[in-house]
Protein backbone atom coordinates (compact mmCIF):
# COMPACT_ATOMS: atom_id res chain seq x y z
CA UNK A 1 0.00 0.00 0.00
CA UNK A 2 0.94 3.81 -0.81
CA UNK A 3 2.12 5.28 2.37
CA UNK A 4 1.44 9.25 2.90
CA UNK A 5 2.12 11.27 -0.19
CA UNK A 6 2.86 14.96 -0.77
CA UNK A 7 2.98 17.03 -3.28
CA UNK A 8 5.41 19.34 -4.51
CA UNK A 9 8.45 17.77 -2.77
CA UNK A 10 10.06 21.28 -3.42
CA UNK A 11 9.32 24.53 -4.22
CA UNK A 12 10.91 27.93 -3.91
CA UNK A 13 8.28 31.41 -3.77
CA UNK A 14 9.10 35.03 -3.40
CA UNK A 15 7.34 37.48 -0.47
CA UNK A 16 3.45 38.00 -0.47
CA UNK A 17 2.64 34.96 -2.72
CA UNK A 18 0.50 32.10 -2.09
CA UNK A 19 1.32 28.35 -1.63
CA UNK A 20 -0.78 25.45 -1.53
CA UNK A 21 0.78 22.11 -0.64
CA UNK A 22 -1.39 18.81 -1.18
CA UNK A 23 -1.83 15.57 0.75
CA UNK A 24 -2.87 11.90 0.47
CA UNK A 25 -2.99 9.76 3.57
CA UNK A 26 -3.02 6.43 3.51
CA UNK A 27 -6.03 4.16 2.21
CA UNK A 28 -8.44 3.51 5.31
CA UNK A 29 -6.55 6.78 7.26
CA UNK A 30 -9.70 9.40 7.60
CA UNK A 31 -7.66 12.29 9.45
CA UNK A 32 -5.00 14.40 7.98
CA UNK A 33 -2.53 16.52 10.50
CA UNK A 34 -0.34 19.50 9.13
CA UNK A 35 3.11 20.47 10.48
CA UNK A 36 5.50 23.07 9.97
CA UNK A 37 9.24 22.05 10.84
CA UNK A 38 11.71 24.64 10.63
CA UNK A 39 15.42 23.20 10.32
CA UNK A 40 16.38 22.45 13.61
CA UNK A 41 13.16 22.27 15.13
CA UNK A 42 10.50 19.83 15.99
CA UNK A 43 7.40 19.87 13.98
CA UNK A 44 4.77 22.59 15.12
CA UNK A 45 1.12 21.34 15.16
CA UNK A 46 -0.82 23.33 12.75
CA UNK A 47 -4.00 21.41 11.93
CA UNK A 48 -5.97 18.41 11.91
CA UNK A 49 -8.86 17.56 9.94
CA UNK A 50 -11.64 14.69 10.32
CA UNK A 51 -14.15 13.20 8.37
CA UNK A 52 -13.36 16.93 6.11
CA UNK A 53 -14.01 18.82 9.59
CA UNK A 54 -11.15 20.66 11.05
CA UNK A 55 -10.14 18.92 14.74
CA UNK A 56 -7.76 20.69 15.78
CA UNK A 57 -5.62 23.79 15.17
CA UNK A 58 -1.92 25.13 16.23
CA UNK A 59 -1.35 28.71 17.33
CA UNK A 60 -0.59 29.79 13.52
CA UNK A 61 -1.97 32.92 12.03
CA UNK A 62 -4.92 33.11 9.71
CA UNK A 63 -2.64 33.15 6.80
CA UNK A 64 -2.62 29.24 7.23
CA UNK A 65 -5.81 27.40 6.32
CA UNK A 66 -6.11 24.17 5.07
CA UNK A 67 -9.18 22.02 3.58
CA UNK A 68 -10.35 17.91 3.83
CA UNK A 69 -12.04 16.48 0.61
CA UNK A 70 -14.33 13.50 0.34
CA UNK A 71 -11.39 11.53 -0.72
CA UNK A 72 -9.87 12.02 2.58
CA UNK A 73 -6.70 14.55 0.87
CA UNK A 74 -6.01 17.46 2.28
CA UNK A 75 -4.84 21.05 1.09
CA UNK A 76 -2.80 23.51 3.19
CA UNK A 77 -2.49 26.76 1.76
CA UNK A 78 -0.60 30.24 3.12
CA UNK A 79 -1.59 33.55 2.13
CA UNK A 80 0.80 36.27 1.77
CA UNK A 81 4.18 34.78 2.75
CA UNK A 82 6.91 35.85 4.81
CA UNK A 83 10.57 34.64 4.81
CA UNK A 84 9.72 33.18 8.32
CA UNK A 85 7.29 30.85 6.49
CA UNK A 86 10.31 28.83 5.19
CA UNK A 87 10.06 25.33 6.30
CA UNK A 88 9.31 21.51 5.96
CA UNK A 89 5.87 21.19 5.77
CA UNK A 90 4.92 17.62 6.85
CA UNK A 91 1.47 15.77 6.27
CA UNK A 92 0.48 12.90 8.23
CA UNK A 93 -2.20 10.41 8.33
CA UNK A 94 -3.50 8.33 11.81
CA UNK A 95 -4.66 4.85 11.68
CA UNK A 96 -8.62 4.68 12.52
CA UNK A 97 -7.21 2.52 15.07
CA UNK A 98 -6.58 5.17 17.58
CA UNK A 99 -3.15 4.06 18.93
CA UNK A 100 -2.56 8.14 17.72
CA UNK A 101 0.36 6.83 15.39
CA UNK A 102 1.26 9.71 12.75
CA UNK A 103 2.43 8.13 9.32
CA UNK A 104 4.32 11.22 7.61
CA UNK A 105 4.97 12.02 4.63
CA UNK A 106 7.92 13.07 2.84
CA UNK A 107 7.34 16.38 3.29
CA UNK A 108 7.36 19.76 0.58
CA UNK A 109 10.11 21.62 1.07
CA UNK A 110 9.04 25.33 1.07
CA UNK A 111 11.38 28.24 0.52
CA UNK A 112 10.40 32.09 0.61
CA UNK A 113 12.62 34.04 -0.75
CA UNK B 1 6.58 27.19 29.39
CA UNK B 2 6.86 25.00 26.35
CA UNK B 3 4.66 22.38 25.87
CA UNK B 4 7.12 19.23 25.50
CA UNK B 5 11.13 19.52 26.21
CA UNK B 6 13.89 17.71 25.70
CA UNK B 7 17.46 18.30 26.27
CA UNK B 8 18.74 19.29 22.95
CA UNK B 9 21.94 17.83 22.83
CA UNK B 10 23.27 16.83 20.69
CA UNK B 11 23.92 13.51 22.65
CA UNK B 12 27.00 11.27 21.96
CA UNK B 13 27.54 7.91 22.66
CA UNK B 14 29.92 5.31 21.77
CA UNK B 15 29.04 1.80 19.79
CA UNK B 16 27.38 -0.08 22.42
CA UNK B 17 26.59 1.95 25.07
CA UNK B 18 23.06 2.70 26.36
CA UNK B 19 21.84 6.21 25.15
CA UNK B 20 19.20 7.70 27.36
CA UNK B 21 16.58 10.09 26.19
CA UNK B 22 14.49 12.86 28.49
CA UNK B 23 11.45 14.24 27.24
CA UNK B 24 8.96 16.19 30.10
CA UNK B 25 5.26 17.63 29.11
CA UNK B 26 3.54 20.60 30.57
CA UNK B 27 -0.50 18.82 30.29
CA UNK B 28 -0.73 16.95 32.72
CA UNK B 29 -4.36 15.13 31.53
CA UNK B 30 -2.01 13.61 28.60
CA UNK B 31 -2.61 10.17 27.65
CA UNK B 32 -0.65 9.08 25.19
CA UNK B 33 3.10 9.19 24.68
CA UNK B 34 5.30 8.78 21.75
CA UNK B 35 9.36 8.70 20.54
CA UNK B 36 10.49 9.45 16.59
CA UNK B 37 12.97 9.03 14.98
CA UNK B 38 13.97 11.39 12.15
CA UNK B 39 16.71 10.89 9.90
CA UNK B 40 18.74 14.11 8.34
CA UNK B 41 16.90 14.75 5.86
CA UNK B 42 13.87 12.31 6.08
CA UNK B 43 10.55 12.62 7.86
CA UNK B 44 9.50 11.36 11.55
CA UNK B 45 9.16 7.64 11.72
CA UNK B 46 7.48 5.87 15.15
CA UNK B 47 9.93 3.81 17.24
CA UNK B 48 7.32 3.50 20.31
CA UNK B 49 4.43 4.65 22.15
CA UNK B 50 3.37 3.91 25.71
CA UNK B 51 0.54 4.85 27.55
CA UNK B 52 0.81 3.86 31.14
CA UNK B 53 3.29 4.29 33.87
CA UNK B 54 6.04 2.25 33.90
CA UNK B 55 8.34 0.38 31.14
CA UNK B 56 7.68 -0.53 27.79
CA UNK B 57 10.15 -2.69 26.08
CA UNK B 58 10.58 -2.83 22.12
CA UNK B 59 13.43 -4.69 21.46
CA UNK B 60 16.80 -2.91 21.99
CA UNK B 61 14.65 -0.04 23.22
CA UNK B 62 12.89 1.12 26.25
CA UNK B 63 10.26 3.49 27.16
CA UNK B 64 9.88 4.96 30.45
CA UNK B 65 6.57 6.68 31.54
CA UNK B 66 6.03 9.18 35.31
CA UNK B 67 2.93 10.73 34.30
CA UNK B 68 2.89 12.03 38.33
CA UNK B 69 6.72 13.42 37.43
CA UNK B 70 5.30 14.50 33.89
CA UNK B 71 8.24 12.62 32.46
CA UNK B 72 9.19 9.83 29.78
CA UNK B 73 12.36 8.52 28.62
CA UNK B 74 13.53 6.53 25.91
CA UNK B 75 16.84 4.12 26.29
CA UNK B 76 18.57 2.73 23.44
CA UNK B 77 20.36 -0.39 24.65
CA UNK B 78 23.30 -1.67 22.56
CA UNK B 79 23.54 1.86 20.22
CA UNK B 80 24.77 1.23 16.69
CA UNK B 81 26.04 3.95 14.48
CA UNK B 82 23.14 3.84 12.74
CA UNK B 83 20.63 5.19 15.35
CA UNK B 84 22.59 8.41 15.02
CA UNK B 85 19.16 10.52 14.40
CA UNK B 86 17.17 12.79 15.75
CA UNK B 87 14.55 11.64 18.37
CA UNK B 88 11.49 13.19 18.72
CA UNK B 89 9.10 12.96 22.07
CA UNK B 90 5.78 13.50 20.69
CA UNK B 91 2.59 13.95 23.08
CA UNK B 92 -1.15 14.14 22.64
CA UNK B 93 -2.82 16.86 24.29
CA UNK B 94 -5.97 16.57 22.87
CA UNK B 95 -8.90 14.49 22.78
CA UNK B 96 -8.95 11.50 20.47
CA UNK B 97 -5.53 11.97 19.64
CA UNK B 98 -6.01 15.17 17.38
CA UNK B 99 -3.19 17.86 18.79
CA UNK B 100 0.35 15.47 18.80
CA UNK B 101 2.63 18.40 20.12
CA UNK B 102 6.80 17.36 19.45
CA UNK B 103 9.84 18.59 21.09
CA UNK B 104 12.39 20.13 19.78
CA UNK B 105 14.40 16.96 19.54
CA UNK B 106 17.55 15.54 20.56
CA UNK B 107 20.14 14.67 18.47
CA UNK B 108 21.85 11.33 18.72
CA UNK B 109 25.80 10.28 17.47
CA UNK B 110 26.83 6.87 18.22
CA UNK B 111 30.00 6.82 17.46
CA UNK B 112 31.75 3.50 16.00
Known amino acids: DAGVTQSPTHLIKTRGQHVTLRCSPISGHKSVSWYQQVLGQGPQFIFQYYEKEERGRGNFPDRFSARQFPNYSSELNVNALLLGDSALYLC????????????FGEGSRLTVL | QKEVEQNSGPLSVPEGAIASLNCTYS??????FFWYRQYSGKSPELIMFIYSNGDKEDGRFTAQLNKASQYVSLLIRDSQPSDSATYLC????????????FGAGTRLTVKP
Open chain 1, 92 to 103: ASQSPVTTGELF
Open chain 2, 90 to 101: AVNMGYNNNDMR
Open chain 2, 27 to 32: DRGSQS
